[in-house]
């Protein structure tokens, strides 16, 4: 029988994932046409072993669109602060303006349903759960780019205690 | 930087399906007009569609929800979709996030034969 594991979203103000020190730091008006061009400036230098293939731009464009879109509503007179690490792994910690995710324990919710429905196969549940959909969700957003960034930050995901700062990283099997 | 996606009939196959290539970038600046366009298709009846992703080069959680609509309006309306295609980091986003268990992929070369 396979193990059944569902995470989570965690909000821990403590955390170590929000020690910057030592980490460089850059800040971006809240332009959403730039979200993209935000996260190729910082992973100008990084590692070519830490991109693979682009999938790391994407990742951590989704953080920066969260930010952007969902947490400074795209107001450019509010910014977005990245701190970065790329020595040894990818670290970062990116922390908006706005009131914060104020639906996590809802998404954590949901989240809890749509795994349980992958993991019992029932694939006409999962395809209605596939997307999550907030109070606040446009009818352009995704609704799933934290389902992957659980999985893709394998060093951890979590929020700050006014959910608008979370720190992500991720670990490589190979030690450069 | 500018990233486009382009989608390109390539006609009928001979089971029946429409078929598009992907080209470029499915992100949150061209999913949209996309999933539109798709939409409207699927809302004019039962149609099979399929796209070929070989010309896919990136996917984010916009296109994938794209995707995701495109798959819950196709079974609104008694149609299908199928992929080709899927790889590097549009497959990896997919599986990320488990969408790839909902997605029905056909060989690239068994498509149009």
């Known amino acids: 029988m396979s193990q059944f594991i569902v995470r989570k979203l965690i909000v821990d103000e403590r955390n170590e994932l929000f020690d910057a ?34 999938l790391l731009e994407q990742q951590l464009s989704e953080i920066i669109k969260n930010g952007i879109k969902h947490g400074n509503r795209s107001d450019p007179s509010k910014l977005l602060r990245v701190w970065y690490d790329l ?6 910690i990116v922390e908006d303006e706005g009131e914060g995710f104020v639906d996590l324990d809802d998404w954590n919710d949901f989240y809890r349903r749509r795994q349980t429905a992958l993991h019992n196969q029932d694939f006409d549940a999962f395809l209605e759960l596939a997307s ?18 659980l999985d893709y930050w394998n060093g951890g995901m979590i929020y700050s205690e006014a959910r608008n700062k979370v720190g992500v990283v991720r670990w490589y099997s190979v030690t450069r | 930087m500018e990233h486009g996606l382009e989608w390109k009939v390539l006609g009928t196959a001979p089971d029946g399906f429409l078929e598009f290539a992907l080209i470029g970038d499915c992100d949150l600046y061209n999913a949209p007009s996309f999933l539109r366009d798709m939409v409207a298709r699927l809302g004019a009846g039962p149609t099979r569609l ?8 990136y996917l984010d959680s916009t296109g994938v929800g794209a995707i995701i609509k495109l798959l819950q309006a196709a079974k609104a309306h008694g149609g299908e979709l199928r992929f080709t295609g899927l790889m590097g980091t549009p497959r990896k986003v997919l599986t990320l996030c488990n969408v790839i268990s909902i997605i029905k992929e056909d060989r690239r070369d068994a498509a149009r034969s």
Not at chain 1, 39 to 45: E, P, S
Not at chain 1, 47 to 52: G, K, N, T
Not at chain 1, 132 to 149: E, H
């Open chain 1, 132 to 149: 999550y959909r907030g109070p606040k969700s446009g009818p352009d957003d995704g609704g799933n780019s934290l389902f992957a960034a």
């Open chain 1, 87 to 92: 020595r040894k792994r990818v670290r970062f």
């Open chain 2, 50 to 57: 399929r796209f070929d992703c070989a010309g896919l080069r």
């Open chain 1, 21 to 54: 020190q030592g980490m460089r730091y850059i800040e971006f008006p809240s332009d959403f046409k730039r979200i993209r061009d935000y996260a190729a400036q910082v992973l100008q230098d990084c590692p070519e072993a830490f991109l693979e293939d682009g």
